[in-house]
């Protein structure tokens, strides 16, 4: 049967997502692999015990560590680079944290001002790839181009919980190997952070060149391996860094990251023994996998959720409705609310998905604890009977179809005979190439076709799509979420008017003068009670709140309240919470992954 390596719930510590790396025109040979031609797989190398061949995704974004926002991206920087801490084994093999370039995690201090102080020390003879020293002001210098609004990194509000962010950021290199940073207040998930890519040093003198992240010969790393081809679209190589402080225990010599987003492809490399490991199998297969490969096909669980998102900026009334502004937005908020109800969650988990997903009814995933250890998402919605902000069961479906035909008729003329709307306006899906996001797209489109609502399809390459999204230039997409560390902010934050990661525009556009949200906070003991306010007035202060709250049960109420505004403008549409299925050679030994979705191979031997 096959490994099925239980949902998050067992997992009471974890992280999430992480960010993706970008191209430019400029192709490198790989040194193992002829060239492909644009849009080809190149020919695999050869296999030998001292080199795996991978494919986790197609053409990453970018590779430049503050600039990542995906995953594939950022598991080839976690293998690039090395950050203050890092994720890691126990001798037991226990996901844990541990220190890397720092000697060690250290606990701060308090300040008399609330602020909390951390100094750490580097590790003796640290080193970049090019046998240049690394320093404590290579850190203060990437933290600070991170986190500047000159760089406009879409993680760069990661740094929100530093004093001074943006522009004056209190991290300060006070020696080469001392580093000393100021919190706002004390974060629970700080540790976390400094193991995440944003965090990772960069060198002043290398990044100066704007190219450097997509050529080779520019890329200059400090992490247990360095970059020493790239073919573009078709594979990226990278080598043992005989520089790194803890060359000795790295016993994989070379990665082949080859570049595939087509699952059929990935899996006749697999069969055939090319590639050792794959992170997408064709859905249609996936039960006959399970039987054929019962050793190496996995099924595990991740802190996430695979949703759809509007564009809150995309106008979805009927042609003269009359409404404007506030009404305007509110109506289009039930309206997307609505739509919701149209989909089939169990279909798509049981018939597309299969693979041991859950139905989702709101946005922080399962696996993200609450106050009092019990799970954040079983808590949310405030209603009776369910989980989340509408019921998901297979019981509830019919109702739920019901409940949204009679709200869309506020908005929309039905032809009853029929039973389809008449005038809703024509819809795009946007989902990046795959046949699994192909296939939950169709469906989608299908659900609503029955009510007289088209919506078509439209797919772009990886990261084509992720910039599409990224500048709002659609109507629907499809997303998805990873935790990027063990807290539910996470999965909240990215929805603040700056930050690079609101690809629905909350805030933005014509959304910014809209004052159509309300807040109230008097009875936790907050002065805040905006009614009809902009997002910027209330999402973006109930955030900011959350980040610097220091009692616990306050602060997950308050990120419970940031949920309920969130989840009230239909924006975000969960489908299911994420299991991450791959296929591992059973020759591999020494391989790790964690629930952020991050894979790790620099450990790796194959016997």
């Known amino acids: 049967m096959k490994k099925l390596i239980c949902m998050v719930l067992a997992l009471a510590m974890v992280l999430g997502l992480a960010a993706c790396g970008g191209s430019s025109s400029t192709t490198t040979a790989a040194t193992n692999a002829p060239a492909a031609a644009e849009g080809e797989t190149a020919a695999p190398a050869a296999v030998s015990a001292d080199s795996i061949n991978v494919c986790i995704a197609s053409e990453p974004d970018t590779l430049d560590p503050a600039l990542n926002s995906a995953l594939d991206g950022g598991t080839m ?22 220190a890397d370039c720092a000697t060690e995690l250290p606990v701060g201090v308090e300040n008399e001002d609330g602020t909390v102080t951390i100094t750490y020390t580097l590790r003796d003879g640290l080193k970049w790839s090019d046998g240049q020293d690394l320093t404590a002001g290579d850190f203060e210098f990437a933290w600070k181009r991170a986190a500047s609004t000159e760089l406009g990194a879409d993680y760069g509000y990661m740094f929100e919980v530093v004093k001074g962010y943006p522009d004056d950021l209190a991290v300060e290199a006070t020696d080469d190997k001392t ?3 100021t919190l706002n207040n004390a974060v629970a998930y700080w540790d976390e952070l400094t193991a995440f890519p944003t965090y990772f040093p960069v ?4 990044v100066a060149d704007e190219g450097w992240a997509t050529d080779p010969s520019t890329y200059i790393s400090n992490g247990p391996y360095t970059m020493t081809g790239w073919t573009h679209n078709s594979v990226i190589t990278l080598t043992k ?6 060359a000795d225990n790295v016993t994989m010599k070379e990665i082949n990251f080859y570049l595939s987003d087509d699952a059929n492809n990935q899996l006749s490399n697999f069969k055939n023994g090319e590639w050792l490991l794959i992170d997408d199998v064709p859905t249609n297969e996936m039960a006959a996998l399970a039987e054929q490969y019962p050793d190496e096909y996995f099924v595990v669980g991740q802190i996430g959720n695979y949703y759809v998102c509007w564009n809150i900026n995309e106008d979805i009334l009927p042609a003269g409705s009359g409404l404007t502004g506030a009404e305007a937005e509110k109506a289009r908020a039930e309206i997307r609310n609505a739509i919701t109800l149209l989909f089939d969650r169990n279909y798509i988990v049981e018939e597309i998905g299969q693979a041991g997903q859950v139905p989702a009814s709101s946005f922080v995933a399962m696996g993200m604890t609450d106050a009092d250890g019990s799970q954040f998402y079983e808590n949310a919605g405030h209603n009776d009977g369910f989980v989340g902000y509408y019921d998901v069961s297979e019981e509830a479906y019919e109702s739920n179809y019901e409940t949204a035909i009679e709200t869309l008729k506020k908005y929309y003329a039905y032809d009853e005979s029929t039973g389809m709307f008449t ?9 990046n190439t795959s046949e699994g996001h192909k296939a939950i797209g169709e469906y989608l489109a299908s659900a609503m076709a029955a009510v007289g609502i088209t919506m078509n399809l439209e797919n772009q390459e990886w990261n084509t799509f992720l910039n599409t999204r990224k500048n709002g230039d659609y109507s629907v997409a499809r997303n998805g979420w990873l935790a990027d560390y063990n807290d539910p902010i996470t999965f909240l934050d990215m929805w603040v008017t700056g930050s690079g990661n ?11 003068d809209t004052k159509a949200y309300s807040l109230d906070l008097t009875d936790l003991g907050y002065d805040v009670n905006v009614v009809d306010g902009t997002w910027a007035e209330t999402y973006d202060v109930i955030i900011n709140l959350i980040k610097t709250c220091t009692d616990t049960e306050t602060r997950y109420e308050l990120m419970h309240r940031a949920e309920d505004l969130l989840m009230s403008t239909g924006c975000i549409v969960p489908l299911y919470f994420y299991t991450d299925v791959y296929m591992l050679d059973d020759s591999v030994h020494g391989f790790f992954s964690n629930p952020l979705g991050y894979k790790y191979f620099m450990y790796c031997t194959i016997g």
């Open 77 to 98: 920087c976690s293998h690039l680079f090395a950050g203050l801490a890092k994720w890691d084994q126990d001798a037991d093999g226990n996901l844990v944290i541990a």
């Open 179 to 181: 580093l000393v940073v």
């Open 203 to 206: 060198r002043e003198d290398v």
């Open 241 to 246: 860094n005989e520089n790194f402080y803890n």
């Open 423 to 431: 005038n809703f306006p024509t819809l795009t899906y946007l989902y």
């Open 502 to 512: 609101n690809d629905v525009q909350f805030g933005k556009g014509a959304n910014a």
